[in-house]
């Protein structure tokens, strides 16, 4: 296993714990996060506060590998995150490409379907 591919399913396994800060610090210093349905966001303090705000109401997490390809510095993984709010729950298949810098995430890229997720939660 190459250390871009230990990184990120270090990442993804760090999810559970859904510590905002924790999950900021696998980012470069000038890092991008782009939720493709939304705008990137820039900068590991502002990736930090983006992930605290969407996650906020989430009581728990899982997100299972189905799929995952490391080349160089890109990591694509192919994602099921099983993911409760309160006594809802949303299965949202993801699919996200890593691209890393010095062993850190320096772009992520995540595409999803919006609508399911909000489907699940209405």
Known sequence: MSDNEK?????????SRLDA???AS???EDGIYHN????PVAGRDNVEAFIAGFA?????TNWDILNLIAKDDVVMVERLDRTKLGDKSVDLPCFG???MEG???KIWRDYFDIGTYMKALA
């Not at 493709?36 to 705008?39: E, S, V």
């Not at 906020?56 to 728990?60: A, L, N």
């Open 36 to 39: 493709m349905p939304t705008d």
């Open 97 to 99: 490409i890593f691209e």
């Open 26 to 28: 696998y980012f470069t």
């Open 56 to 60: 906020k109401d989430w009581t728990e």
């Open 103 to 105: 062993g850190q995430i």
């Open 7 to 15: 990184t990120i399913r270090d990442f993804i396994a760090a999810w």
């Open 21 to 23: 800060r924790e999950l």
